[in-house]
Protein backbone atom coordinates (compact mmCIF):
# COMPACT_ATOMS: atom_id res chain seq x y z
CA UNK A 1 0.00 0.00 0.00
CA UNK A 2 1.47 3.24 -0.72
CA UNK A 3 1.64 6.13 1.27
CA UNK A 4 -0.91 8.65 0.77
CA UNK A 5 0.03 12.30 2.15
CA UNK A 6 -2.85 14.21 4.19
CA UNK A 7 -3.35 16.67 1.53
CA UNK A 8 -2.76 15.45 -2.00
CA UNK A 9 -4.27 18.44 -2.53
CA UNK A 10 -4.57 21.15 -0.26
CA UNK A 11 -7.90 23.72 -0.58
CA UNK A 12 -9.15 25.98 1.60
CA UNK A 13 -13.20 27.08 2.37
CA UNK A 14 -13.00 30.82 4.08
CA UNK A 15 -16.41 32.07 5.57
CA UNK A 16 -16.78 35.49 6.73
CA UNK A 17 -18.83 35.04 10.15
CA UNK A 18 -22.40 37.17 9.92
CA UNK A 19 -20.45 38.91 6.67
CA UNK A 20 -22.71 42.11 6.93
CA UNK A 21 -23.79 42.33 10.21
CA UNK A 22 -19.88 42.51 11.44
CA UNK A 23 -18.83 44.66 8.61
CA UNK A 24 -21.24 47.01 10.74
CA UNK A 25 -20.24 46.02 14.20
CA UNK A 26 -16.30 46.44 13.35
CA UNK A 27 -16.94 49.76 12.31
CA UNK A 28 -18.96 51.26 14.80
CA UNK A 29 -18.31 50.18 18.76
CA UNK A 30 -22.18 51.17 19.37
CA UNK A 31 -22.88 47.83 17.92
CA UNK A 32 -20.51 45.41 19.17
CA UNK A 33 -21.48 42.84 21.59
CA UNK A 34 -25.03 44.13 20.51
CA UNK A 35 -27.64 42.13 18.75
CA UNK A 36 -27.71 43.79 15.25
CA UNK A 37 -29.16 42.79 11.75
CA UNK A 38 -29.22 44.44 8.37
CA UNK A 39 -31.93 44.36 5.77
CA UNK A 40 -33.84 47.43 7.16
CA UNK A 41 -34.89 48.50 3.62
CA UNK A 42 -36.19 45.05 2.47
CA UNK A 43 -37.97 45.13 5.32
CA UNK A 44 -36.37 41.20 6.52
CA UNK A 45 -32.88 39.83 8.29
CA UNK A 46 -30.54 39.44 5.64
CA UNK A 47 -27.53 38.94 8.20
CA UNK A 48 -27.92 38.39 11.72
CA UNK A 49 -25.27 39.07 14.30
CA UNK A 50 -24.31 36.05 16.49
CA UNK A 51 -25.81 38.12 19.20
CA UNK A 52 -29.34 38.24 17.52
CA UNK A 53 -28.76 34.37 16.44
CA UNK A 54 -28.74 33.82 19.84
CA UNK A 55 -32.15 35.49 20.36
CA UNK A 56 -33.86 33.31 17.64
CA UNK A 57 -33.68 35.79 14.86
CA UNK A 58 -32.96 33.67 11.85
CA UNK A 59 -32.55 34.73 8.06
CA UNK A 60 -35.34 36.13 6.41
CA UNK A 61 -37.31 37.41 9.72
CA UNK A 62 -39.65 40.43 9.22
CA UNK A 63 -38.60 43.30 10.92
CA UNK A 64 -41.85 43.57 12.08
CA UNK A 65 -42.15 40.08 13.70
CA UNK A 66 -38.10 41.04 15.33
CA UNK A 67 -39.87 44.17 16.88
CA UNK A 68 -42.47 42.71 18.19
CA UNK A 69 -40.11 39.52 19.93
CA UNK A 70 -36.79 40.76 20.27
CA UNK A 71 -37.59 44.87 20.79
CA UNK A 72 -33.83 45.43 21.68
CA UNK A 73 -32.14 44.86 18.28
CA UNK A 74 -30.42 47.11 16.15
CA UNK A 75 -31.96 46.94 12.86
CA UNK A 76 -29.69 48.83 10.00
CA UNK A 77 -30.04 49.29 5.76
CA UNK A 78 -27.55 47.16 4.12
CA UNK A 79 -24.49 49.30 3.07
CA UNK A 80 -24.10 47.22 0.06
CA UNK A 81 -20.83 49.51 -0.68
CA UNK A 82 -19.05 49.47 2.18
CA UNK A 83 -20.28 45.16 2.08
CA UNK A 84 -18.51 45.04 -0.91
CA UNK A 85 -14.91 47.27 -0.68
CA UNK A 86 -14.73 44.64 2.33
CA UNK A 87 -15.39 41.61 0.22
CA UNK A 88 -12.98 42.74 -2.13
CA UNK A 89 -10.59 43.35 0.49
CA UNK A 90 -11.26 39.54 1.59
CA UNK A 91 -10.05 38.27 -1.83
CA UNK A 92 -7.26 40.69 -2.14
CA UNK A 93 -5.60 39.47 1.07
CA UNK A 94 -6.19 35.59 0.38
CA UNK A 95 -4.76 36.31 -3.23
CA UNK A 96 -1.54 36.75 -1.11
CA UNK A 97 -0.89 33.21 -0.48
CA UNK A 98 -2.24 32.37 -4.10
CA UNK A 99 -3.60 33.12 -7.01
CA UNK A 100 -6.18 30.10 -7.38
CA UNK A 101 -8.86 32.27 -5.86
CA UNK A 102 -12.82 31.83 -6.39
CA UNK A 103 -14.65 34.28 -5.09
CA UNK A 104 -17.68 32.14 -4.39
CA UNK A 105 -20.05 34.50 -2.94
CA UNK A 106 -19.49 37.82 -1.35
CA UNK A 107 -18.39 36.44 2.14
CA UNK A 108 -17.17 33.43 0.76
CA UNK A 109 -14.63 32.11 -1.34
CA UNK A 110 -11.80 29.01 -1.87
CA UNK A 111 -8.41 28.98 -2.72
CA UNK A 112 -6.16 26.23 -4.15
CA UNK A 113 -2.83 26.36 -1.85
CA UNK A 114 -1.26 23.11 -3.25
CA UNK A 115 2.37 23.70 -3.43
CA UNK A 116 2.71 26.81 -1.82
CA UNK A 117 4.60 25.38 1.02
CA UNK A 118 7.85 25.78 -0.45
CA UNK A 119 7.10 29.42 -2.04
CA UNK A 120 5.55 30.57 1.88
CA UNK A 121 7.93 28.35 4.06
CA UNK A 122 4.92 27.53 5.84
CA UNK A 123 2.99 24.35 5.78
CA UNK A 124 -0.40 23.87 4.79
CA UNK A 125 -2.55 24.14 8.34
CA UNK A 126 -0.21 26.86 9.03
CA UNK A 127 -1.21 28.79 5.59
CA UNK A 128 -4.69 28.38 6.95
CA UNK A 129 -3.87 30.00 10.13
CA UNK A 130 -1.91 32.79 8.82
CA UNK A 131 -4.89 34.21 6.09
CA UNK A 132 -7.13 33.83 9.07
CA UNK A 133 -5.06 36.07 11.17
CA UNK A 134 -4.45 38.85 8.53
CA UNK A 135 -8.10 38.73 7.39
CA UNK A 136 -9.22 38.89 10.96
CA UNK A 137 -6.29 41.90 11.59
CA UNK A 138 -7.48 43.65 8.25
CA UNK A 139 -11.07 43.34 8.45
CA UNK A 140 -12.31 43.98 12.31
CA UNK A 141 -14.18 40.19 12.58
CA UNK A 142 -13.39 36.93 11.83
CA UNK A 143 -13.56 34.39 10.11
CA UNK A 144 -14.00 30.79 9.64
CA UNK A 145 -11.40 28.95 7.50
CA UNK A 146 -11.21 25.00 6.47
CA UNK A 147 -8.80 23.10 5.02
CA UNK A 148 -9.23 20.01 3.21
CA UNK A 149 -8.35 17.46 0.58
CA UNK A 150 -11.27 19.54 -2.09
CA UNK A 151 -13.67 21.86 -2.19
CA UNK A 152 -16.39 19.64 -0.60
CA UNK A 153 -14.29 18.67 2.80
CA UNK A 154 -12.83 22.41 2.85
CA UNK A 155 -16.57 23.23 2.88
CA UNK A 156 -17.06 21.33 5.63
CA UNK A 157 -14.81 22.69 7.73
CA UNK A 158 -15.07 26.05 7.21
CA UNK A 159 -18.80 24.92 9.08
CA UNK A 160 -17.44 22.64 11.42
CA UNK A 161 -16.74 25.52 13.85
CA UNK A 162 -18.50 28.76 13.67
CA UNK A 163 -17.72 31.66 14.28
CA UNK A 164 -13.86 32.37 14.28
CA UNK A 165 -13.28 28.79 13.56
CA UNK A 166 -9.89 26.90 11.90
CA UNK A 167 -10.92 23.02 10.99
CA UNK A 168 -7.71 21.34 9.57
CA UNK A 169 -9.22 18.08 8.03
CA UNK A 170 -5.83 16.11 6.36
CA UNK A 171 -7.25 12.88 4.32
CA UNK A 172 -7.12 10.36 6.92
CA UNK A 173 -9.13 12.14 9.25
CA UNK A 174 -12.29 12.65 6.79
CA UNK A 175 -14.21 9.67 7.91
CA UNK A 176 -14.31 11.15 11.59
CA UNK A 177 -15.81 14.45 10.27
CA UNK A 178 -18.24 12.78 7.92
CA UNK A 179 -19.75 10.45 10.98
CA UNK A 180 -20.73 13.33 12.86
CA UNK A 181 -22.46 15.25 9.69
CA UNK A 182 -26.20 14.65 9.28
CA UNK A 183 -26.78 13.97 5.39
CA UNK A 184 -28.53 17.33 4.60
CA UNK A 185 -25.69 18.86 5.50
CA UNK A 186 -23.20 17.63 2.72
CA UNK A 187 -22.51 20.64 0.50
CA UNK A 188 -24.94 20.21 -2.73
CA UNK A 189 -27.49 17.58 -0.77
CA UNK A 190 -31.09 19.58 -0.60
CA UNK A 191 -33.75 18.00 1.86
CA UNK A 192 -35.52 15.92 -1.43
CA UNK A 193 -32.30 14.28 -1.49
CA UNK A 194 -31.92 13.85 2.29
CA UNK A 195 -34.88 12.10 2.47
CA UNK A 196 -34.41 9.46 -0.37
CA UNK A 197 -31.16 9.10 1.22
CA UNK A 198 -32.89 8.35 4.48
CA UNK A 199 -34.87 5.82 2.93
CA UNK A 200 -32.10 3.88 2.46
CA UNK A 201 -31.01 3.84 5.61
CA UNK A 202 -28.40 6.93 4.96
CA UNK A 203 -28.11 9.44 7.99
CA UNK A 204 -25.04 10.58 7.87
CA UNK A 205 -22.52 11.68 5.21
CA UNK A 206 -19.72 8.56 6.13
CA UNK A 207 -23.42 6.37 5.15
CA UNK A 208 -23.21 7.93 2.46
CA UNK A 209 -19.96 7.96 1.43
CA UNK A 210 -19.39 4.19 1.89
CA UNK A 211 -21.64 3.22 0.37
CA UNK A 212 -20.88 1.32 -2.82
CA UNK A 213 -20.46 2.91 -6.20
CA UNK A 214 -22.58 0.60 -7.85
CA UNK A 215 -25.02 1.58 -5.69
CA UNK A 216 -24.66 5.45 -6.17
CA UNK A 217 -24.44 5.23 -9.62
CA UNK A 218 -27.30 3.28 -10.36
CA UNK A 219 -29.44 5.28 -7.42
CA UNK A 220 -28.50 9.21 -8.09
CA UNK A 221 -27.43 11.31 -11.12
CA UNK A 222 -23.88 12.76 -11.96
CA UNK A 223 -23.94 16.06 -9.40
CA UNK A 224 -24.12 13.61 -6.18
CA UNK A 225 -21.99 10.86 -7.94
CA UNK A 226 -19.66 13.40 -7.49
CA UNK A 227 -20.31 14.96 -4.43
CA UNK A 228 -19.66 10.75 -3.48
CA UNK A 229 -15.97 10.59 -4.94
CA UNK A 230 -15.62 14.38 -3.18
CA UNK A 231 -16.28 12.97 0.61
CA UNK A 232 -14.25 9.70 -0.33
CA UNK A 233 -11.31 12.24 -0.94
CA UNK A 234 -10.73 12.57 -4.46
CA UNK A 235 -10.44 16.35 -6.40
CA UNK A 236 -13.19 16.30 -8.52
CA UNK A 237 -15.07 20.04 -8.14
CA UNK A 238 -12.69 22.56 -9.99
CA UNK A 239 -11.92 25.85 -8.31
CA UNK A 240 -13.48 28.61 -10.91
CA UNK A 241 -11.04 31.31 -10.30
CA UNK A 242 -11.54 33.81 -13.40
CA UNK A 243 -13.31 36.49 -12.25
CA UNK A 244 -17.23 36.05 -13.20
CA UNK A 245 -17.65 38.26 -16.54
CA UNK A 246 -19.99 35.69 -18.04
CA UNK A 247 -23.35 37.03 -17.07
CA UNK A 248 -26.33 34.44 -19.22
CA UNK A 249 -28.74 36.95 -17.51
CA UNK A 250 -28.95 40.24 -15.77
CA UNK A 251 -31.31 40.77 -13.25
CA UNK A 252 -32.43 43.69 -11.64
CA UNK A 253 -35.20 44.44 -9.06
CA UNK A 254 -35.78 46.93 -6.51
CA UNK A 255 -38.55 46.90 -3.74
CA UNK A 256 -40.12 50.36 -2.95
CA UNK A 257 -41.77 51.68 0.10
CA UNK A 258 -44.90 52.79 0.52
CA UNK A 259 -46.18 50.63 -2.25
CA UNK A 260 -47.89 52.28 -4.74
CA UNK A 261 -50.85 51.71 -7.80
CA UNK A 262 -49.65 54.91 -9.01
CA UNK A 263 -48.97 53.69 -12.89
CA UNK A 264 -46.43 55.97 -13.94
CA UNK A 265 -44.37 55.60 -10.90
CA UNK A 266 -44.41 51.81 -10.83
CA UNK A 267 -43.14 52.30 -14.41
CA UNK A 268 -40.60 54.66 -13.78
CA UNK A 269 -39.53 52.24 -10.92
CA UNK A 270 -39.49 49.16 -13.52
CA UNK A 271 -37.77 51.89 -16.60
CA UNK A 272 -34.72 52.54 -13.66
CA UNK A 273 -34.42 48.63 -13.22
CA UNK A 274 -34.05 48.49 -17.03
CA UNK A 275 -31.49 50.92 -17.05
CA UNK A 276 -29.55 49.62 -14.86
CA UNK A 277 -29.74 46.02 -15.93
CA UNK A 278 -28.42 47.70 -19.39
CA UNK A 279 -25.49 49.31 -17.57
CA UNK A 280 -24.54 46.63 -16.42
CA UNK A 281 -24.68 44.62 -19.57
CA UNK A 282 -22.60 47.21 -21.44
CA UNK A 283 -19.82 47.44 -18.68
CA UNK A 284 -19.56 43.14 -19.90
CA UNK A 285 -19.96 44.54 -23.28
CA UNK A 286 -22.87 42.21 -23.69
CA UNK A 287 -26.42 42.29 -25.12
CA UNK A 288 -29.47 40.70 -24.67
CA UNK A 289 -31.73 38.28 -26.95
CA UNK A 290 -34.44 39.04 -24.67
CA UNK A 291 -36.20 40.49 -22.01
CA UNK A 292 -38.77 39.69 -19.08
CA UNK A 293 -40.49 42.43 -16.89
CA UNK A 294 -42.08 41.47 -12.99
CA UNK A 295 -44.00 43.21 -10.77
CA UNK A 296 -44.19 42.16 -6.84
CA UNK A 297 -47.67 42.75 -5.63
CA UNK A 298 -48.00 43.61 -1.83
CA UNK A 299 -49.10 39.79 -0.69
CA UNK A 300 -45.59 39.13 -2.72
CA UNK A 301 -47.24 37.16 -5.88
CA UNK A 302 -45.97 38.39 -9.02
CA UNK A 303 -47.30 39.15 -12.53
CA UNK A 304 -45.08 39.59 -15.72
CA UNK A 305 -44.10 38.84 -19.01
CA UNK A 306 -41.31 37.18 -21.20
CA UNK A 307 -40.07 38.65 -24.47
CA UNK A 308 -38.18 37.58 -27.69
CA UNK A 309 -36.24 40.09 -29.15
CA UNK A 310 -35.44 40.31 -32.77
CA UNK A 311 -32.10 41.97 -32.20
CA UNK A 312 -29.35 41.67 -29.41
CA UNK A 313 -29.94 45.06 -27.35
CA UNK A 314 -28.57 47.01 -24.02
CA UNK A 315 -29.53 49.90 -25.51
CA UNK A 316 -32.26 50.69 -22.20
CA UNK A 317 -34.82 52.94 -24.72
CA UNK A 318 -35.49 49.84 -26.87
CA UNK A 319 -36.51 47.84 -23.43
CA UNK A 320 -38.33 50.51 -22.67
CA UNK A 321 -40.15 51.24 -25.17
CA UNK A 322 -41.55 47.86 -25.13
CA UNK A 323 -42.34 47.63 -21.37
CA UNK A 324 -44.69 50.49 -22.38
CA UNK A 325 -45.82 48.58 -24.96
CA UNK A 326 -47.06 45.98 -22.97
CA UNK A 327 -47.26 47.20 -19.39
CA UNK A 328 -50.67 46.61 -19.35
CA UNK A 329 -50.97 43.13 -19.81
CA UNK A 330 -48.94 42.70 -15.92
CA UNK A 331 -49.95 46.25 -14.26
CA UNK A 332 -53.49 45.89 -13.01
CA UNK A 333 -54.61 49.41 -11.70
CA UNK A 334 -56.72 48.59 -8.36
CA UNK A 335 -53.49 46.25 -7.55
CA UNK A 336 -50.79 47.85 -5.32
CA UNK A 337 -47.49 46.91 -5.96
CA UNK A 338 -44.12 47.39 -3.86
CA UNK A 339 -41.24 46.07 -6.11
CA UNK A 340 -40.67 45.76 -10.27
CA UNK A 341 -38.10 43.55 -11.44
CA UNK A 342 -36.19 43.34 -15.35
CA UNK A 343 -34.37 40.00 -16.29
CA UNK A 344 -31.78 40.45 -19.48
CA UNK A 345 -31.82 37.31 -21.06
CA UNK A 346 -29.79 34.90 -23.48
CA UNK A 347 -26.98 37.60 -23.21
CA UNK A 348 -24.12 37.46 -25.60
CA UNK A 349 -20.97 39.22 -26.62
CA UNK A 350 -22.42 42.28 -28.20
CA UNK A 351 -20.31 42.65 -31.40
CA UNK A 352 -22.71 44.63 -32.87
CA UNK A 353 -22.78 45.71 -36.50
CA UNK A 354 -24.98 42.40 -37.19
CA UNK A 355 -26.57 43.89 -40.27
CA UNK A 356 -30.76 42.88 -40.18
CA UNK A 357 -32.94 43.27 -43.36
CA UNK A 358 -34.03 46.95 -42.59
CA UNK A 359 -30.77 48.57 -42.17
CA UNK A 360 -31.50 49.06 -38.24
CA UNK A 361 -27.41 48.42 -38.19
CA UNK A 362 -26.08 52.12 -38.72
CA UNK A 363 -28.86 53.32 -36.30
CA UNK A 364 -27.98 51.00 -33.55
CA UNK A 365 -24.30 52.27 -34.01
CA UNK A 366 -25.37 55.59 -33.46
CA UNK A 367 -27.12 54.54 -30.39
CA UNK A 368 -23.88 52.86 -29.08
CA UNK A 369 -21.98 55.80 -29.51
CA UNK A 370 -24.35 57.42 -27.60
CA UNK A 371 -24.61 55.31 -24.57
CA UNK A 372 -20.97 55.44 -24.69
CA UNK A 373 -21.04 58.76 -24.03
CA UNK A 374 -23.69 58.12 -21.61
CA UNK A 375 -21.80 55.99 -19.71
CA UNK A 376 -18.88 58.09 -19.20
CA UNK A 377 -20.50 60.71 -18.31
CA UNK A 378 -21.77 58.88 -15.22
CA UNK A 379 -18.61 57.12 -15.05
CA UNK A 380 -16.79 60.92 -14.71
CA UNK A 381 -19.87 62.52 -12.75
CA UNK A 382 -21.59 59.49 -10.96
CA UNK A 383 -24.28 56.79 -11.98
CA UNK A 384 -27.60 58.48 -12.81
CA UNK A 385 -26.37 61.66 -13.59
CA UNK A 386 -28.10 61.41 -16.78
CA UNK A 387 -31.10 58.95 -17.19
CA UNK A 388 -34.07 58.57 -19.12
CA UNK A 389 -37.07 60.88 -18.68
CA UNK A 390 -38.89 57.84 -17.89
CA UNK A 391 -37.28 56.95 -14.92
CA UNK A 392 -37.60 60.43 -13.53
CA UNK A 393 -39.94 59.19 -10.87
CA UNK A 394 -37.96 56.32 -9.82
CA UNK A 395 -35.07 59.02 -9.10
CA UNK A 396 -37.14 61.75 -8.07
CA UNK A 397 -37.36 60.17 -4.94
CA UNK A 398 -35.46 57.92 -2.27
CA UNK A 399 -36.53 54.05 -2.53
CA UNK A 400 -38.20 53.64 0.36
CA UNK A 401 -39.67 56.65 2.25
CA UNK A 402 -40.41 56.20 5.98
CA UNK A 403 -38.92 54.30 8.42
CA UNK A 404 -37.64 52.26 5.93
CA UNK A 405 -36.14 55.03 3.85
CA UNK A 406 -33.31 55.05 6.44
CA UNK A 407 -30.08 55.60 4.38
CA UNK A 408 -26.76 54.14 5.31
CA UNK A 409 -25.00 56.37 7.06
CA UNK A 410 -21.70 56.60 4.85
CA UNK A 411 -24.23 57.94 2.43
CA UNK A 412 -24.89 60.89 4.46
CA UNK A 413 -21.69 61.46 6.06
CA UNK A 414 -19.29 62.31 3.58
CA UNK A 415 -16.03 64.23 2.93
CA UNK A 416 -15.63 67.63 0.91
CA UNK A 417 -15.80 66.63 -2.95
CA UNK A 418 -18.06 63.04 -2.20
CA UNK A 419 -21.42 62.72 -3.74
CA UNK A 420 -24.66 60.92 -2.92
CA UNK A 421 -23.57 58.80 -5.78
CA UNK A 422 -19.66 59.15 -5.63
CA UNK A 423 -17.86 58.31 -2.81
CA UNK A 424 -13.82 57.16 -1.95
CA UNK A 425 -13.53 53.54 -2.59
CA UNK A 426 -12.18 53.14 0.86
CA UNK A 427 -14.33 51.85 3.82
CA UNK A 428 -15.42 54.14 6.96
CA UNK A 429 -15.05 53.89 10.34
CA UNK A 430 -18.62 55.55 12.26
CA UNK A 431 -20.29 56.00 14.91
CA UNK A 432 -22.96 58.36 15.18
CA UNK B 1 28.52 25.18 -36.12
CA UNK B 2 31.85 26.11 -34.76
CA UNK B 3 30.26 29.63 -34.99
CA UNK B 4 27.70 28.63 -32.25
CA UNK B 5 29.96 27.08 -30.20
CA UNK B 6 32.51 29.96 -30.18
CA UNK B 7 29.13 32.10 -29.03
CA UNK B 8 28.81 29.46 -25.89
CA UNK B 9 32.58 29.99 -25.05
CA UNK B 10 31.93 33.51 -25.09
CA UNK B 11 28.80 33.24 -23.23
CA UNK B 12 30.95 31.06 -20.69
CA UNK B 13 33.41 33.86 -19.97
CA UNK B 14 30.69 36.26 -19.43
CA UNK B 15 29.11 34.68 -17.14
CA UNK B 16 32.32 33.11 -15.36
CA UNK B 17 34.79 35.82 -15.69
CA UNK B 18 37.11 33.58 -17.00
CA UNK B 19 37.92 30.85 -19.58
CA UNK B 20 36.84 27.45 -19.52
CA UNK B 21 39.07 24.07 -18.67
CA UNK B 22 38.92 21.39 -21.47
CA UNK B 23 36.49 19.52 -19.02
CA UNK B 24 34.36 22.38 -19.03
CA UNK B 25 34.35 22.76 -22.66
CA UNK B 26 33.21 19.22 -22.90
CA UNK B 27 30.32 19.84 -21.33
CA UNK B 28 29.91 22.78 -22.49
CA UNK B 29 29.59 21.87 -25.95
CA UNK B 30 27.81 18.05 -24.92
CA UNK B 31 30.84 16.26 -26.60
CA UNK B 32 31.80 12.94 -25.52
CA UNK B 33 35.70 13.21 -25.10
CA UNK B 34 38.12 15.81 -24.91
CA UNK B 35 40.24 15.77 -28.84
CA UNK B 36 37.07 17.72 -30.43
CA UNK B 37 37.48 20.21 -27.83
CA UNK B 38 41.43 20.88 -28.58
CA UNK B 39 40.65 20.71 -32.18
CA UNK B 40 38.54 23.60 -31.63
CA UNK B 41 40.25 25.69 -29.38
CA UNK B 42 43.09 24.79 -31.98
CA UNK B 43 41.05 26.26 -34.23
CA UNK B 44 40.47 29.66 -32.51
CA UNK B 45 44.49 29.91 -31.28
CA UNK B 46 45.09 30.01 -35.18
CA UNK B 47 42.66 32.36 -35.78
CA UNK B 48 44.18 34.37 -32.90
CA UNK B 49 40.78 34.67 -31.50
CA UNK B 50 41.73 33.12 -28.16
CA UNK B 51 45.22 32.93 -26.61
CA UNK B 52 47.21 30.00 -24.64
CA UNK B 53 49.14 30.90 -21.44
CA UNK B 54 52.17 28.90 -20.20
CA UNK B 55 50.62 26.34 -18.42
CA UNK B 56 48.37 25.75 -21.81
CA UNK B 57 45.38 27.09 -19.87
CA UNK B 58 42.94 29.05 -22.23
CA UNK B 59 43.25 33.28 -22.53
CA UNK B 60 40.51 35.58 -23.52
CA UNK B 61 41.12 37.97 -25.82
CA UNK B 62 39.92 41.53 -26.55
CA UNK B 63 36.76 40.14 -28.73
CA UNK B 64 35.46 37.90 -25.30
CA UNK B 65 34.65 41.78 -23.25
CA UNK B 66 32.94 43.87 -26.33
CA UNK B 67 29.90 43.46 -27.78
CA UNK B 68 30.79 43.57 -31.47
CA UNK B 69 29.28 46.38 -33.48
CA UNK B 70 27.27 45.50 -36.26
CA UNK B 71 27.13 49.38 -37.56
CA UNK B 72 25.74 52.06 -36.67
CA UNK B 73 22.22 54.00 -36.45
CA UNK B 74 21.34 57.73 -35.92
CA UNK B 75 19.51 58.34 -33.01
CA UNK B 76 18.12 61.56 -30.81
CA UNK B 77 19.12 61.30 -27.87
CA UNK B 78 17.15 59.09 -25.42
CA UNK B 79 14.56 60.39 -23.79
CA UNK B 80 14.57 59.38 -19.83
CA UNK B 81 10.92 60.14 -19.14
CA UNK B 82 9.96 56.51 -19.59
CA UNK B 83 12.68 55.24 -17.10
CA UNK B 84 12.53 58.24 -14.21
CA UNK B 85 8.37 57.53 -14.57
CA UNK B 86 8.89 54.12 -13.09
CA UNK B 87 10.34 55.70 -9.81
CA UNK B 88 7.33 57.71 -8.68
CA UNK B 89 4.04 56.96 -6.86
CA UNK B 90 0.54 57.83 -7.04
CA UNK B 91 -0.97 59.26 -3.97
CA UNK B 92 -2.87 56.40 -2.54
CA UNK B 93 1.06 54.29 -2.29
CA UNK B 94 2.14 57.57 -0.69
CA UNK B 95 -0.54 57.95 1.97
CA UNK B 96 -1.58 53.99 2.27
CA UNK B 97 0.77 51.30 3.11
CA UNK B 98 -1.30 48.53 4.24
CA UNK B 99 -3.95 49.04 1.51
CA UNK B 100 -6.51 45.97 2.91
CA UNK B 101 -6.33 47.00 6.56
CA UNK B 102 -6.97 50.61 5.54
CA UNK B 103 -10.05 52.81 6.34
CA UNK B 104 -11.46 56.61 6.05
CA UNK B 105 -12.31 58.26 9.70
CA UNK B 106 -13.63 61.78 9.82
CA UNK B 107 -11.90 63.53 12.85
CA UNK B 108 -14.26 65.28 15.47
CA UNK B 109 -13.57 67.98 17.57
CA UNK B 110 -10.49 69.93 18.58
CA UNK B 111 -8.41 67.33 20.63
CA UNK B 112 -5.69 66.83 18.85
CA UNK B 113 -5.79 70.26 17.50
CA UNK B 114 -1.79 70.75 18.63
CA UNK B 115 -0.63 68.29 16.27
CA UNK B 116 -2.49 69.58 13.30
CA UNK B 117 -5.31 67.51 12.65
CA UNK B 118 -8.36 69.30 12.79
CA UNK B 119 -12.04 68.73 12.73
CA UNK B 120 -13.26 67.57 9.37
CA UNK B 121 -10.08 66.30 8.28
CA UNK B 122 -9.69 62.99 6.92
CA UNK B 123 -7.97 60.55 8.55
CA UNK B 124 -6.64 56.82 7.19
CA UNK B 125 -5.98 54.66 9.54
CA UNK B 126 -4.37 51.03 9.48
CA UNK B 127 -6.16 48.59 11.37
CA UNK B 128 -4.22 45.43 13.10
CA UNK B 129 -1.13 47.31 13.29
CA UNK B 130 0.55 47.25 16.63
CA UNK B 131 0.94 50.69 18.25
CA UNK B 132 4.12 52.33 19.63
CA UNK B 133 4.44 54.67 22.27
CA UNK B 134 3.77 58.54 20.23
CA UNK B 135 1.96 57.04 17.49
CA UNK B 136 -1.84 58.51 17.30
CA UNK B 137 -4.20 55.85 17.77
CA UNK B 138 -7.81 55.60 17.13
CA UNK B 139 -9.18 53.95 20.48
CA UNK B 140 -12.46 52.62 21.40
CA UNK B 141 -13.31 54.72 24.98
CA UNK B 142 -17.04 54.34 25.82
CA UNK B 143 -18.04 53.33 22.86
CA UNK B 144 -16.78 56.01 20.38
CA UNK B 145 -13.82 55.86 18.49
CA UNK B 146 -11.67 58.43 19.59
CA UNK B 147 -8.23 60.02 18.28
CA UNK B 148 -5.58 60.42 20.54
CA UNK B 149 -1.86 60.07 21.27
CA UNK B 150 -0.65 56.59 22.61
CA UNK B 151 1.58 56.34 25.35
CA UNK B 152 3.12 54.01 26.80
CA UNK B 153 5.04 54.81 30.19
CA UNK B 154 6.77 51.96 32.92
CA UNK B 155 4.54 49.44 31.34
CA UNK B 156 1.32 51.60 31.30
CA UNK B 157 -1.04 52.65 28.53
CA UNK B 158 -3.01 55.64 28.61
CA UNK B 159 -3.95 58.06 25.63
CA UNK B 160 -3.20 62.08 25.57
CA UNK B 161 -4.66 64.57 23.38
CA UNK B 162 -2.83 66.99 21.50
CA UNK B 163 -4.82 69.97 23.42
CA UNK B 164 -4.14 71.33 27.21
CA UNK B 165 -8.14 71.20 27.25
CA UNK B 166 -8.18 66.97 27.73
CA UNK B 167 -6.95 65.48 30.06
CA UNK B 168 -5.21 62.24 30.12
CA UNK B 169 -6.97 58.75 29.37
CA UNK B 170 -6.76 55.54 31.19
CA UNK B 171 -8.75 52.82 30.51
CA UNK B 172 -10.24 51.19 33.35
CA UNK B 173 -9.64 47.52 31.45
CA UNK B 174 -7.53 47.11 28.80
CA UNK B 175 -7.21 50.09 26.20
CA UNK B 176 -8.49 49.07 22.49
CA UNK B 177 -6.57 50.29 20.14
CA UNK B 178 -8.56 49.61 16.76
CA UNK B 179 -6.17 51.34 14.42
CA UNK B 180 -2.36 53.10 13.94
CA UNK B 181 -3.30 56.63 12.22
CA UNK B 182 -1.17 56.67 8.82
CA UNK B 183 -2.26 59.94 7.06
CA UNK B 184 -4.56 62.49 7.29
CA UNK B 185 -5.89 64.70 4.53
CA UNK B 186 -7.37 67.89 4.15
CA UNK B 187 -9.25 69.37 1.03
CA UNK B 188 -10.01 72.96 0.14
CA UNK B 189 -11.27 72.95 -3.20
CA UNK B 190 -12.92 70.39 -5.50
Known amino acids: ?52 KA ?20 MLPSDYETYSLLSKRFFMIVRRYTPEVEEYSIDECFADITGMRRTLQMGYPEIAESIKRDLDAALGFTFSVGLGVNKSIAKLGSKWKKPSGLTIIPYQNIPTYLEKLPAVKIWGIGSNTASFLERHRIFTALHFARKHWDWIKTNLSKPFQEIWRELNGEYVFQLETEPKTNYYTIGKTKTFTPPSRDRKYVFSQLSKNIENACIKARRYNLAASGVAFYLRQQDFRHTGLELKLSRLTAIPADLIKLADEHFDEFFYSKTEYRATSVILLGLQEDETAQLDLFGDAIKMTEKKKLYEAVDAVNKKYGKHKLYLAS ?27 ETKRRRLGIPMFSGE | MSQDRFQQLISFYRKHKRMPSYGELVKLFGLKSKSPAYKFTAKLLDQGLIGKDASGRLLPTAIFSELPILGTVAAGWPSPAEEEISNTMNLDDYLIRNKEATYLFKVKGDSMSGAGIMDGDMALVERGRQAKDGDIVLAEIDREWTLKYFRKRNGKVYLEAANKKYGLIYPNEELKVAAVLVSVIRKYKF
Open chain 1, 391 to 417: SFLANKYSQHLGDRGDIPERKQNMFLG
Open chain 1, 1 to 52: MSHISSFPRAIIHIDGDAFFASCEQARNPKLQGKPVITGKERGIAASISYEA
Open chain 1, 55 to 74: LGITRGMSLHEIKKTCPGVV
